[in-house]
């Protein structure tokens, strides 16, 4: 593909130990080197060893600049062969032959020599990727001057970073600022805290590295990450500025109580919700607000709205801990008496502690039950609860019933217009045959699309793939949450807090610190031309030959992160800083157009063609195991180092990702004689584990691509197979190659090409 | 729909009777599962734990259940939250003795280690009255100890009638209100197969014939014996039940010997047969005391720590016995001095013991003996061998 700019002088090493000189016949590996490709090679019975890499070394002094390592898996070791400046390939001899398939057998050796001609045509068609480098400028956006957005600020400027902070009100400090007091954080977790975000308000003000911005919003951003152009208006000048990576802090509201109309909300004064409660212990009184006395009995109904399907399905996972400290105002504050009604009490962790505390105070009264109804009575309200714990349905009469009600996302209420927009446009692309119907329907979805409309975005990103981060469910940012808290689908863009999942006061300022270092070492990252999470380091990105693209859209529409804009012809405009490199471009276009310089279709490709099918069937059919090197290839790792054997006649290909998989893989094998591949990569759905959020659930939808391809060979679409495999799960490795191998050779015959 | 209106003053009261920790349970109902003695249907102690801290007084006074634990400590030494189910009870049940005690204001001197004072007074001032009229107290001489030639015989022996009348009208009436309180208990009549080849449903077997049914399984102990943790507990009990019991007998002996044979002081050899039973009793009782005692104070954690009532209850006993013992001793050796000023304060002690056996720990055994009662009735409580025949 690109030129050859230096020319190639090659070295194959083989450790033997670790068992691989006892497994293989080594001599028989040189002669495969040496006769096919005519690489030289070397052998060393500890090649991790200072000797071992003194030899490398060595010959990289006397011009060898193209490497290939036969040894360990490139999971591990991945520093001792770490030799900057030249081509390194490393083959894995030890775990995914050795360790996992018969020593001294013939199919074992015959497996070594197929991944070290693959390995050699893999270094022939790599080249050392040149970094994308541009000036960038080292400095963080924050929108949101909460107690997220302001611990973020001073972590980020701590550091050594310029901050730009961007606040809608007028005044720093969000809700935090606005409370009473906040749950305990610390041993013995059993007072609830003074809130300290005077202090922290203080300290960014005085902080010459943090500017900010209140009464302001973000207009819009442009450009890449470490190029970002910001707009930022504020009383009605706007003003640009230049950021290099962005953490979100947006941060939440109330869920609107008025829709929680069976608890009495909106139809009597004296139910309000946990916000007003915390707003009137701030204001110094709790009282009752149709008659201003002093509330004496307080109810709290604890999931007001919350774990319920027709409001907010989730858990908000601190209402508990806020109805715990609300309690101890009704005692304290007034001398009262507080009820409690929840569905389960939830308090993670240390915050037990407090539960507890709250607990032993004797004017404190809690049952699990369920809320029947809420009423007005002469004296006060009257509450009854059913399914309690005190064996029979109970009515309290109280003054003040307090609604326990949960957070919402800020992004939430923007999704929800982006996707009435959406549907908006499709349906005027419709429009015409359809008009005359359902005028009715229409004039109320107008109104609700018009209270929709005045909610502004946050980020008001310029991105063909849309203005705001992308969310998962119930309108949190998306964040691959089981392994990486802040990353978003936005590359150099980080969330934190509640925007991204419900919690409290300590989780946030955690959060925020968490994503102030992501931001922070983004823009290292990216000032060196490197990827971020989760290829941190990586230099290579994916070049476009554009003058052969047909401007289909795929990979604009592909691409998981947002890194592809479009010019008005539909021809991609690729954004290297916005890229992960995670190849889903790469998988996605039929014109093959898109190319890493060390990873790109005719590697795969040239590998594929270069492992030997033997024509006859008796010596074995040959398959393919396209192979993700997130989790999946980690996994067979695992499955080796527990000595766990797998079907030898399958050959392992690593890829970036499933979503990187080109179809035209599947037409150069099968139409080579390869009897079948299987695709393994991660989980989707709703709780996906993949890398890079949609990878492997492009390549399941490219399996119909795939059983064209097929069909048009005259080929029985058993031989292809995606399947998804959590790393937890690398037991079932063995099951599933051999349940594979055994369909194929027992229900569908060898591939009929072999030999052509 | 029950209106629900907590007494915290209630909940306070129980927290200093000896149920300090009963704010801590979060109902998982451990308790109700490990106990040995709780029904399946309806268990115990979890819910009473929660009326506990809801302040549900009229609930938990007229819970039977209360009385149906043994005080095993099961439950307090498998809760999760230190929430001491088993010592919870104990005070509920403590607090029984002076809701049903008649009259209140002296059940109410029971409640708090402050009134002691007066509960000591009260004895003192009586025993000053009684000496004060005239032939009660007389003059003795000579080198031996006679009690009877200190204070007239037939005049305790009427004072002592005169107490006994009135701790039998007091409990009787306790007993009534507390038979009807419980009575009037929302818990619901189990139905329970009993009779001929399990056709039969029937719910009661009348008042008598549970009686007799609750009196054979007091005799056993058979609830008791049914305790896992503290298994030493049923024959520490046991110990200080028959220990009562022969004491009693051993009493009625005395006195036959004193009206029917005319014996004048009694001051029966060691081998005499009513002594003989005397001194059995009193070593069961000693025993079992202090066997029990001796658990509570080295394994509070495990055997439950006493209350206030508890160690008024147990200390009067000791007392009365340590000054009988310390009497029978002076007696013999001829003490004078020491054996009159002994007898007084004995009597003192005795009077706390039994004028204040309907107010004090001492009364468990008749409200419990009703609870069960009410329980087999309602068919609550069923052995399960008479379930089974
Ligand atoms: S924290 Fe408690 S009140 Fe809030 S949603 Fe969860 S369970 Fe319900
Ligand atoms: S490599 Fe991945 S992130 Fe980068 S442009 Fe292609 S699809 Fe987008
Ligand atoms: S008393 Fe203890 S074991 Fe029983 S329900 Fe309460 S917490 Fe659980
Ligand atoms: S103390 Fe024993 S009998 Fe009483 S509730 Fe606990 S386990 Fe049951």
Known sequence: MAEESVEKNYMLYICTGCDIGDSLDIEKLKEVADEDFSVESKTHEFLCSAEGVELIKKDIEEGVNTIIIAACSPRVNYDTFNFPDIIVERVNLREHVVWSHKPNDEKTQQLAEDYIRMGIVKAQKMELPEPYKEEITKSVLIIGGGITGLTAALEAANTGYDVVLVEKEAELGGWVKKFAKLTPSTPPFRDPREPDVDEKIKQVMENDRIKVFTSARVESISGQPGLFDVVISQNGTKEEVKIGSIVVAAGWEPYDATKLENLGYGKYPDVITNVQMEEMAADGKIVVPSTGKEAKKVAFIQCAGQRDPEHLPYCSSICCMVSLKQALYVREMNDGQAFIFYKDMRTPGEYEDFYKRVQEDPGIFLTKGEIKSISKTENGMLVEVTDTLLGEDIEVEVDLVVLATGMVPRLKKIAERLAKEEEAEGEEAKEGEEKAEATETETEGEAVSEALEEIEGILNLTYRKGPELPELKYGFADSNFICFPYETQRTAIYAAGPIRQPMGVAESEDDATGAALKAVQALELISKGAATFPRVGDLSYPEFFLQRCTQCKRCTEECPFGALDEDEKGTPKPNPNRCRRCGVCMGACPERIVSFKNYNVDMIGSMVKTIYVPEDEEEGLRFLAFVCENDAYPAFDMAALNRMEWHPDVRIIPVRCLGSFNVVWIADALSRGIDGAILIGCKYGDDYQCHFIKGSELANRRMENVQETLERLALEPERVKVVQLPISEFDRIPEIINEFVEEIEENIGPNPYKGF | ?389
Not at chain 2, 61 to 72: A, G, K, N, S, T
């Open chain 2, 1 to 389: 729909m029950v209106r629900i209106e907590p007494d915290i003053r209630f909940v306070k009261d129980l927290m200093k009777m000896g149920g300090g920790d009963l704010k801590k349970c979060f109902q998982c109902a451990t308790c109700s599962v490990i106990c040995p003695q709780s029904p399946d249907e309806n268990p115990f102690p979890r819910k009473e734990m929660i009326w506990a801290q809801w302040g549900l007084k009229d609930k938990l006074l007229r819970d039977p259940d209360i009385y149906l634990c043994h005080q095993c400590n099961d439950c307090s030494i498998n809760c999760p939250r230190g929430a001491k189910p088993g010592e919870v009870l104990n005070a509920i049940r403590n607090y029984t003795f002076y809701e049903y005690s008649t009259p209140k204001f002296i059940g109410k001197l029971f409640t708090s280690p402050a009134y002691f004072p007066i509960l000591i007074a009260i004895p003192i001032i009586l025993l000053y009255a009684f000496l004060q009229i005239p032939g009660v107290l007389l003059s003795p001489e000579g080198e031996h100890v006679v009690y009877g030639n200190f204070i007239n015989h037939l005049a305790i022996e009427v004072a002592g009638m005169l107490v006994g009348a009135y701790v039998i009208v007091v409990a009787l009436l306790s007993f009534y209100k507390y038979w009807k309180a419980v009575g009037m208990s929302s818990g619901p009549v189990f139905e329970v197969e009993r009779g001929v080849e399990g056709k039969t449903t029937m719910v009661s077997g009348g008042f008598w014939y549970e009686f007799w049914n609750a009196l054979k399984d007091i005799l056993r102990h058979t609830k008791f014996s049914e305790c896992a943790e503290n298994r030493y507990r049923y024959l520490a009990h046991l110990g200080v039940f028959y220990g009562f019991i022969l004491l009693g007998i051993s009493t009625l002996g005395a006195v036959a010997y004193m009206y029917l044979f005319g014996v004048k002081e009694l001051a029966l050899p060691l081998y005499d047969p009513v002594k003989i039973l005397g001194n059995i009793g009193f070593l069961l009782l000693f025993g079992g005391m202090s066997w029990i005692v001796y658990r509570r104070l080295s394994a509070s954690g495990t055997a439950g720590k006493p209350s206030y009532q508890d160690w008024f209850f147990i200390t009067d006993l000791y007392l009365v016995a340590i000054t009988g013992i310390l009497m029978e001793a002076s007696r013999l050796a001829g003490a004078t001095d020491i054996a009159y000023p002994l007898y007084l304060v004995h009597l003192v002690l005795v009077f706390m013991l039994l004028a204040y056996a309907p107010y004090s720990k001492f009364a468990h055994l008749m409200y419990r003996g009703l609870a069960y009662m009410w329980a087999k009735k309602t068919g609550r409580l069923v052995g399960a061998k008479e379930a089974s025949e």
